[in-house]
RNA sequence: GGUCUCAUAGCUCAAUUGGAUAGAGCAACUGCCUUCUAAGCAGUAGGUUUCAGGUUCGAGUCCUGAUGGGAUCACCA
């Protein structure tokens, strides 16, 4: 039983005894004791004066009493107001620490036999990568981390937009200005040589409506008939019936993409289970309109269009299939839900998707619950916050996006910036040093872009925004770097730091009683993350926890230390420490140094 | 216009889901390397939590309204 459980069972015993009242299971709450009163635990009475019958002050120091007087985890309290605030005694502590390090699982909770699939990155295959996609890619991978390490079987899945009017649009502009042109014959990587296209389609797009506009014609039929997007949409119509020619151009353009997005996917340090495609799912969900059709929960108009009406749920009709019968986005998602429930049984099933999708989802999940499938309640939109340049919105038409690849490997030439400087790394090989930046700047970015409640949009100043100090990702690689080098030093003195019986004894200074009390917490702390889908709650516990143990480490000698007994709590409590900064940051897909 | 959502220190973000005197980092200022990595530590300063009401022992958090951002409302994806 953790320390935690032990006092509400106290808690609730002292009600027993002392007012006469059975609290319900689980109903008794503790909060971490704030920073300026001593302890660590704290109980608020005031929700159960009326039980009592006393002043709060008096309600706190009867439960005080009782538990300081029935069992040894405490070893004093104090009340403030109606808050019990409840200092827990050094062996106590000791005692956890020495558990911890006994557990082989420690940091990974035990199997709970639940599938969860969760669906991100999904690209178009139209351009590379930018910094929105690195916020989705960080998040589904790390929430994929942190709902694996809570007991779930994990499956990522990547569903790529392969097809469509806009990749025709690339396709289009290098078939007129290609000149045959290739990755290998310009040596660009694939998905930013489709990206020129892209962006080039674009321009000539532009520069056809300015001319049909100076000839008079209307705005809205100039967007409709230039000749270039008419010539897309013939594309499309061609590819949809199997063109030989433009499937070909077809594959060989994605395939380059392909090729671009595993180099950036594999310094990113994200993964797949399983590639969904459109090409192959975009016909799907055709069936479930049939099926909603018969059960007449859709309607179909006179023009041949099906619809579903979800206004009696404050929402709108929603079109479900064109009125010549091709299938719009809500219909491939209905197809593909049933699709990845075929294929894995999930209980549950997280979208990673931006929150410009919000309406989307929402309709989404609840056609599916009409349609009474019963892995809807399972379904849950992951929806995270545009990230912001101090420009505004990044716009990839208009040229203002930061590039993906252009931003990690910027960050990994700070990194080596930065660690010239201080010239800490003399005795590294080039490859060594190589892997350290990577190391460095990923984990800068990556931390940087999970430290923020997803839900959140969030502001990214490439100048000032990414820092190696402060509240950073180095600055808690640098933490568990130290203390490798301490445990590097231990194991050269030949030191075995395996706790026993003989270091429950110590007296515990604040910083170090501190710190155990986080690594205690890892537990809760993940159960935390992994129900609101959040990295940013394991960001804060290890941001935490890193600068309580910099102060620790500041205040206190670890090897200098002269008494053997401490001195092995101390080098077994910074083990455990930097084990913990090494499972958490884990949890966020940061990897951490042995020296920096 | 309808719906959804956000607003906290100069800047970027927290606040244990209704609890104590609203906390960190950056930027500014002051100290600390002859001792385990100074990418660090200690300290100073910075707030009418956008505004106006309400709910209650207690509100940054819940409700109503206002103001200001953002998203969405396509036979686009």
Known sequence: MGIEEQLCCLIEEAFNHHFQYQPEKGSIALQATR??????????TFPYLKISKKKPEETATIIGQYIISNSKIAESFNVVKGFLNIKISSATWLQRLLDIQQNQHYGRKAKNNQKVVVEYSSPNTNKPLHLGHLRNNFLGYSVSCILEAEGYEVIKVNLVN??????????????KFGNGETPESSDIKGDHLIGKYYVRFDQEYKKEMEKMLGDGIKKEDAEKNAPLIQAAREMLKKWESGDQEVVDLWNTMNNWVYEGFDVTYKRMGVEFDHIYKESETYLLG??????????????????????????????????????????????????????????????????????????????????????????????????????????????????????????????????????????????????????????????????????????????????????????????????????????????????????????LNYELHETEREVIFLISQYEQMLSEAAENFSPSVVAQYVFELAKEYNRFYAELSVMGEKDPVTKIFRVAFSALTAKTIKNAMGLLGIEVPEKM
């Open 35 to 44: 920073k300026e009163f001593e302890g660590e635990f704290t109980f608020v």
């Open 162 to 175: 392969d097809r469509g009017i806009h990749i025709c649009k690339s396709m289009l502009a290098y078939q």
């Open 286 to 503: 055709k069936t479930i309109v049939d099926e909603g059709l018969k059960r007449e929960l859709f309607y179909r108009k006179p023009d041949g269009s099906v619809w579903v009406d979800l206004s009696d749920e404050g929402l709108d009709e929603k079109l479900l299939l064109r009125s010549d019968g091709t299938s719009v986005y809500i219909t491939q998602d209905l197809g593909t839900a049933d699709l990845k429930y075929n294929d894995y049984q999930f209980d549950k099933s997280v979208y990673v998707v931006g929150n410009e999708q919000d309406y989307h989802f929402e309709v989404l999940f609840r056609i599916l619950k009409r349609l009474k499938r019963n892995y809807a309640v399972g379904l849950y939109h992951l929806s995270y916050g545009m990230v912001d340049l101090p420009s505004g919105k990044m716009k990839s038409r208009e040229g203002t996006v930061v590039d993906a690849d252009d931003l990690m490997q910027e960050m990994a030439e700070t990194a080596q910036k930065s660690t010239a400087e201080l010239g800490k790394i003399e005795d590294f090989t080039d490859e060594q040093a190589r892997a350290l930046y990577e190391i460095l700047g990923l984990g800068a970015l990556k931390y940087f872009l999970l430290k923020v409640d997803p839900k959140k949009r969030m502001l990214f100043n490439p100048e000032e925004s990414i820092q190696f100090h402060g509240n950073t990702g180095p600055f808690i690689q640098y933490t568990f770097a130290r203390i490798s080098s301490l445990l590097r030093k231990a194991q050269q003195e030949g030191l075995n730091y395996t706790l026993s019986e003989k270091n």
